[in-house]
């Protein structure tokens, strides 16, 4: 079964902690990388793994408090959201299937399927 699903979004005070999951099944998982989308604003890349070496990128507004990590066992990518802010409210997509062109790098074009995306909303 073909399959790109995020799951663990949901409502959370600041400060608190968030997990959320990438099923990637059927999929070129050698790189996943979780975007996210406020209102009004681009899609941006937040973090990403290379799950052939481990090697791992974040962006500057997440390093230090959300990590990425994969178990190939399950073909899932997990992102562990620690210390939330409200500036952190989006929507949030993992992505998989890397494009030739933007092997090793965390951008949109870095990749040619997406899920369908998880809310994760941080109250202040």
């Known amino acids: 079964e073909v399959q790109l699903v995020e799951s663990g979004g949901g409502v959370v005070q600041a400060g608190g902690s968030l997990r959320l999951s990438c099923a990637a099944s059927?999929?070129?998982?050698?790189?996943i990388g979780w975007f996210r989308q406020a209102p009004g604003k681009e899609r941006e890349g937040i973090s990403c793994?290379?799950?052939?070496?481990?090697?791992?990128y974040y962006a500057d507004s997440v390093k230090g408090r959300f990590t990425i990590s994969s178990d190939s066992a399950k073909n899932t990518v997990t992102l562990q959201m620690n210390s939330l802010k409200p500036e952190d409210t989006a929507v949030y997509y993992c992505?998989?299937?890397?494009?030739?062109?933007?092997?090793?790098?965390?951008?949109?074009?870095?990749?040619?399927?997406w899920g369908q995306g998880t809310q994760v909303t941080v109250s202040s």
């Open positions: 793994i290379w799950t052939t070496d481990g090697r791992t």
């Open positions: 059927g999929f070129d998982d050698r790189a």
């Open positions: 992505a998989a299937d890397p494009t030739p062109g933007g092997w090793g790098k965390c951008g949109i074009q870095s990749f040619g399927s």
